[in-house]
């Protein structure tokens, strides 16, 4: 029952050969790396085989020809694969290449070519491998099977592909959660690492959501499925990740169309130049010096190698170096859009804020209240015990705090608009609006809420009781700005559809002073709409009425843990753990790849530039050509690796 879904998943996930369900525990040894072990084997046979040149020839000859097996017959069948489908690319070109080389008897330089050829392609697939480490890493850490309960409470193992919703999952200590669901029973903390970045581990009890992916640190939990495989959090990150390796920017587009033509053009060349060369010198055909040798050099001097892989590696590089910090970005693409970008735009409520409200004022405003500040308040906290709601869970917060404890409230009632009201020990109590409050305390708490307060009031009989509630702006607010402005050259800007009070007294904490207060979602919109015409936005938001913002600004980033699954479908970031410090980092990382792409195609066109006119005048020998060409291809590998540093 198992096999099929490991041969399943293992051609889905285009993993190595090293990890296939198809080979043995020791033939796994022998796969991994494959491609770079054959280019080890083939130089080793070709230093041999130029050694033996001199003293021994049939011997050199013998170690050309396993060299040729080894590294020419691939290149050969690949070569043939992209000339039947009528695809000019560069392993045609280098096959070509290495063909003639050994019809004019150059066999040492063809052999060199294929080897150095091999090479640089099988380092080009690690550093590929490497770039791609954030979806690898997700593939290597997720079940494929799940332990469920049957309804006599014993647990069977089961495909995660078969799983419904509403199954119940045990997951012992230490194991990786197979799917999203909610904890039903047991506590726990929970390592979300490789999902989020962050770093310290989330307690879980019964009641609280769970991801697919995480790992269960302590003890065992038992959780109902609120989601299929194919919909889970595990699932929709690693489809969005592919999304963005797959999402090409610009540049790119234009050299993979440009490589076709180019790769074409280059061969035609060849030929013309092997053809003319002999009339323009007065040179022969043949020989180390001879127009064919010549045109050679240039073939292969002139091969896009390094070319082609400047820009994919160092986007993949950068995409898998922000994943790794809980960034995902949906394609290259969104890098040149941050670069683009002279301004950033915040919602406040849930960004700049925490988007949890805290009770900060708690007083009686009718003159001499026959009830004490702390019973009402335990009445307070027993009513809105009954309802889920950000106003009752910051009542409910402050009357643990100052352990006050709940009263059981007879007649309750939630009405929708007014608030809730009930009885306690024959009084009648309200909390929300109630009626009959005085003229001059509707006016004073209309006027707290015309200054962007948010306030409830709790009526027992007939005297009142004013909370008053704040949303604390989020403690790296200040200095994420600050960096953004000194370091980053961004101007920050605030769209909100909070009062401009509000609005304006979180601006002059965190140190925003152009502020767009009293916006409705359409309204939003259109503010966004005009800055980006002015210049590149970044717009950072979190609820449902940001979507579409996010979607029409230069760029859109979205906070990944409380936003809404609009505004993560919507944006072109997601900040997976709500980090916002994060989003200097995010900008500096973007003009940081900006300069490797610009230093890969410097020295690509370099070796283009300063290799092909002299190979055409005997300046370059052949093999000087072949290390110039597959050198340059390496370099630009490697210097894209430095995107996947951190800092």
Not at 211 to 228: D, Y
Not at 317 to 329: E, H, M, N, P, V
Not at 351 to 360: D, E, M, S
Not at 453 to 470: G, H, K, M, P, T
Request: charged share 20%; with cysteine.
């Amino acid at each position: 029952m198992k096999t099929p879904y490991l041969f399943d998943e293992f051609f889905a996930a285009n993993l190595e050969e090293s990890v296939s369900p198809f080979l043995t525990s020791r033939s796994r040894v022998w796969g991994k790396n494959l491609s770079l072990k054959s280019a080890a084997s083939a130089a080793t046979l070709l230093a041999f085989g130029f050694s033996f040149s001199f003293f021994n020839p049939p011997i050199s000859y013998m170690c050309l020809s396993l060299v040729f097996f080894l590294v020419g017959t691939p290149a050969l069948l690949a070569a043939m694969d992209d000339l039947r489908n009528l695809e000019i690319n560069i392993d045609v070109l280098m096959t070509l290449a290495a063909l003639v080389c050994v019809l004019i008897g150059s066999g040492l330089e063809g052999a060199l070519l294929l080897v150095l050829f091999k090479l640089s392609h099988a380092l080009e697939d690690l550093v590929s491998k490497k770039a791609r480490s954030a979806l690898a890493n997700l593939n290597n850490i997720a079940p494929k099977f799940a332990s469920l309960l049957d309804n006599d409470g014993v647990a069977f193992e089961k495909s995660v592909k078969e799983v419904d919703v509403g199954a119940l999952l045990i997951v012992k200590q230490g194991e990786v959660i197979a799917l999203d669901g909610i904890v039903v029973k047991g506590a726990s903390s929970l390592n979300l690492v490789h999902l989020t970045g962050e770093s310290f581990p989330l307690h879980k009890t019964i009641g609280d959501t769970v991801p697919a992916g995480a790992r269960n640190l302590e003890s065992a939990l038992v959780i109902q499925v609120t989601r299929k495989s194919g919909d889970s959090t595990l699932t929709r990150l690693m489809q969005l990740i592919m999304q963005a390796q797959e999402a090409k920017p610009r540049l790119q587009y234009f050299i993979d169309r440009f490589g076709k033509r180019y790769a074409t053009t280059i061969i035609c060349l060849t030929f013309l130049f092997a053809a003319a060369i002999p009339f323009l010198f007065a040179i022969s055909y043949f020989g180390s010096e001879g127009s064919i040798y010549r045109a050679l050099a240039f073939l292969i001097a002139a091969s896009p190698c390094a070319l082609i892989i400047a820009t994919p590696t160092a986007y993949l590089s950068a995409l898998s170096s922000a994943a790794r910090r809980g960034i995902l970005l949906k394609g290259g693409i969104t890098l040149d859009a941050l670069n683009s970008c002279s301004m950033i735009a915040f919602d406040k409520t849930g960004t700049l804020t925490t988007g949890k409200l805290a009770c900060v004022s708690f007083a009686p405003i009718s003159l001499k209240p026959a009830c004490g500040i702390d019973e009402a308040l335990s009445i307070a906290a027993g009513l809105e015990g009954h309802v889920v709601h950000p106003i009752a869970t910051a009542i409910c917060a402050l009357a643990q705090e100052r352990k006050c404890e709940a009263i059981d409230i007879q007649d309750f009632k939630a009405l929708p608009g007014f608030g809730l009201e009930g009885r306690v020990a024959g009084m009648s109590v309200a909390i929300g609006l109630p009626e009959h409050i005085a003229p001059h305390l509707i006016a004073g708490i209309e006027a707290k809420r015309k200054q962007g307060c948010i306030v409830a009031v709790l009526r027992i009989e007939q005297d009142f009781f004013l909370f008053q509630f704040s949303d604390p702006v989020r403690k790296e607010t200040s200095a994420l700005l600050e960096k953004l402005k000194d370091v980053n050259k961004l101007r920050p800007i605030m769209l909100t559809g909070d009062h401009r009070q509000s609005a304006e007294d979180v601006g002059r904490l965190v140190g925003i002073e152009e502020i767009f207060a009293n916006l409705r979602p359409e309204d939003k919109l259109t503010k966004v709409a005009e800055l980006s015409m002015s210049g590149g936005l970044a717009m950072v938001g979190d609820g449902v009425n940001d979507a579409p913002a996010l979607a029409r600004a230069t760029v859109g980033i979205s906070m990944g843990r409380i936003g809404s699954a609009v505004a993560v479908d919507a944006s072109d970031v997601v900040l997976l753990n709500d980090d916002l410090h994060l989003l200097s980092w995010l900008f500096s990382k973007a003009r940081h790849t900006r300069r490797i792409v610009k230093q890969n195609l410097c020295l690509a066109l370099a070796v283009i530039c300063f290799a092909t006119m002299p190979a055409l005048f005997g300046l370059v020998p052949l093999w000087m050509a072949v290390l110039l060409h597959e050198g340059g291809t390496v370099l630009v590998g490697l210097n894209s690796l430095r995107l996947l540093h951190k800092k």
